[in-house]
């Protein structure tokens, strides 16, 4: 994201009080600004973060043919009948189309960090970090502060990053089909240990409950996400069956949603501590980046960076030179 | 990456000496050590990194079943057969085994990156970026250093972190198999953008003439790789098929990577760049982080980014905070 000159952050700041007031084409152009990584957007971002922090954040992720997307808007349109208001962020980052699908309007968005090349460039010309995790976590912010109360972030359950952006929800949601096949066995097991709730949708298929079962044992076998520090998981995920095509199950998925942001919110605030964290360092990130791209330092910055390519200079000498010299 | 102590930074230059010399238990151990980010991998990546940079690094990554590690095992076959050496990197963030394959020998490695909490909390334990992408370029670099004339990095195409670790390659290879599902599809675009070189694998398959046939048309209106910047793009890439299970097309795939090698070596080489920017940039990141966790930054620094997870204070206000305090 672009330092914000006083025009765009005056534009910024109106932005965002627009659409906190309830302005649908100011929030749509703010989610436009936020993936465009417009100097627009820091500000508004800034204007928007205090009043962020009430939403219920969801990640929703699985492999291809899980059904996720017709489960998110049987979710919403649930959620929208019970007289709360709902978003979905969709995340597509192998897709050129990574879109945002505000009230089941999709809006097609600019992809910006799909491969490392245009990830490195865009750093270097733009201060980007490529953190889709970020960016994802921002539009998140706005649309908390413009007052939704169910965000659900879907993702394709297949890679790191998107696990990543999944997890960084307050709740996530893993989800799953009958009868899936082998490699997609195999990526079951890191996907199971960041989900809070575990879903076998297409419930009505041969196989469900077995698939259901499968699952359960496979997650006594998992150790806690919680790793090597002291954060308790709060309990073993519950497995789910829904069928989102006729909405089977997906009152029971609310209900349970609506019971894990109890606990989330009363309990650990682990989720928004890491998210915060990890917010943090990306903008730190960037701003170095920037700081060393700048008029002053560019020549330098070049010199080192292509001595380290040119194997004349090791990466770590490197980075320290840089440090040393970004003040 | 932790600071190496003096005893670290000795036994990572003994390590890198002995599988400099061709020491086959001391190259195992070492790449153990990139992978575990032990203190010893700083210091014997310092000692190899003059020596790399002479090895082809190939990405391969494609869908689930498209026949990637046949491939791999044919291509390394033939390469040993002709009297040159390969060495495989397998990498698959998604799965609790990250595994590195080195001629054949299937390494059980920790799994470090592949959730946000754990790579959120490894950062702060152990100044880490969680950049699987630079990982992989370290345990890379060890192998071009200890003599591996080829160098294969073979990834799940399916998320954009793989995406990031195939197109860090010198050349990279989009492997697609027939006849394959409709979300699947969906991914190819983004995927055929980092492609040096298509393989239509399973290449025996009814079909594979037409996916073939599918992906040339769809080169043709994908824009080159180099985006906004003026850096050419040598070639749009060849369309082979292969069936690896019989080695039908591995000569012809290996033929054309050599070429490729070649106009890498004598034209662009921007690979190596934004390999040597990624590396750098990481380290920077993890030093960074590492200065503001040390003990005499720490309680402010937990401060500031609790702060932030209260939505106390802006990330952006954070992030400048925490910069000013890093010196």
């Known amino acids: 994201m672009r330092e914000a000159a006083p025009e765009h ?3 910024g700041q109106e932005l965002a009080g627009q659409a906190a007031a309830g302005d649908r084409r100011a929030l749509a152009r703010l989610l436009t600004a936020v993936e465009n990584r417009s100097p627009v957007a820091e ?3 800034r204007e928007l973060y205090p009043n962020a922090g009430r939403a ?13 997307s017709t489960l998110v808007a049987a979710l919403i349109a649930r959620v929208r009948a019970a007289g709360r208001s709902g978003a979905v962020i969709a995340v597509d ?18 992809a910006y960090a799909r491969v490392l090349d245009v990830l490195i460039r865009s750093m270097a010309a ?14 998140a912010t706005v649309l908390d502060a413009s007052g939704f109360d169910l965000i659900l972030i879907e993702t394709v359950g297949t890679g790191q990053s998107e696990v990543e952006v999944a997890a960084a929800a307050d709740t996530t949601v893993v989800l799953e089909a009958p009868e899936m096949g082998d490699e997609v066995q ?18 009505d298929r041969p196989g469900a409950q077995r698939t259901a079962a499968q699952l359960r044992a496979m997650l006594v ?9 002291d954060r308790p998981r709060p309990k073993r995920p519950d497995v789910l069956l829904t069928t989102a095509t006729t909405g089977d199950g997906v009152p029971e998925l609310l209900a349970l949603l609506d019971r894990h942001r109890g606990r989330e919110h009363t309990g650990n605030d682990g989720a928004r501590l890491a998210r915060a964290e990890a917010q943090v360092w990306a903008i730190a990130g960037d701003r170095l980046r920037r700081r060393l791209h700048d008029e002053r330092h560019r020549p330098a910055t070049e010199a080192t960076l292509q001595a380290v390519a040119d194997h004349r200079l090791d990466p770590y000498a490197a980075a320290d030179r840089l440090l040393a010299e970004a003040d």
Request: hydrophobic letters at 45%; charged letters at 15%; aromatic letters at 0%.
């Open 56 to 68: 219920h954040l969801v990640g929703i992720t699985g492999p291809p043919g899980s059904g996720k």
């Open 93 to 110: 980052p192998s897709s050129p189309i990574t879109g945002a699908a505000l009230l089941g309007d999709r809006v097609r968005m600019q």
């Open 9 to 11: 952050t005056a534009r």
């Open 186 to 203: 195999a990526i079951k097991a890191g996907l199971l240990e960041v989900a809070d709730i575990v879903v076998v949708n297409k419930g």
């Open 221 to 229: 076998a998992i150790a806690p996400r919680s790793g090597d520090d």
């Open 126 to 139: 733009r201060g980007h970090t490529g953190g889709l995790a970020s960016a994802t976590v921002a539009a």
């Open 43 to 45: 500000a508004a971002l």
